[in-house]
């Protein structure tokens, strides 16, 4: 029954993105066109969603042993410290974001819509994950 609401729960987000164009590359080159012609609605739903996660996160966050719904543990990362590996990272992913206009997510949203080059950011993005997992603890 868990995966069933994954399931319908994940196309349900994946329809969201479709409709509200936020699945388009395009409109995330916009929305970080900030010197150009600048999109704003990205922003807007960005906005929406932390409005819509903001209570229950703080409510997972604050509880010692935070549970779903449906009993299941939540395991949230404890780890408060910015270091270099997170600045790395969070720089190398922007990079890729501005680059490609694709977030993970979408990426699998866009071939449902019929843009197949998404699927050359997906081998990059498995590849990627497989180097660090293959690499990760040798830093």
Same mark, same amino acid.
């Given at each position: 029954m868990k995966n069933i609401l994954a399931f319908i729960f994940g196309g349900l987000f994946s329809v969201g993105l479709m409709f509200s164009g936020m699945a388009n590359p395009e409109k995330v080159l916009g929305f970080l066109d900030i010197a150009g012609d600048w999109d704003a609605s990205l922003a807007f739903v960005m906005m929406g969603a932390i409005a819509v996660a903001f209570i229950p996160f703080q409510m997972a966050v604050r509880n010692s042993a935070p549970k779903t719904f449906? =009993?299941?543990? +939540?395991d949230l990362p404890r780890n408060n410290q910015i270091d270099s590996k997170l600045i790395r990272g969070s720089i190398l992913f922007g990079i890729g974001w501005g680059i490609a206009g694709i977030c993970p997510a979408p990426a699998f949203t866009l071939i449902g819509l019929g843009f197949y080059q998404a699927i050359y950011f997906i081998v990059a993005m498995f590849? =990627?994950?497989? +180097?660090?997992?293959?690499?990760?603890?040798?830093?």
């Open positions: 449906d =009993g299941c543990a +939540i590849v =990627g994950v497989y +180097i660090h997992r293959k690499f990760a603890g040798a830093n």
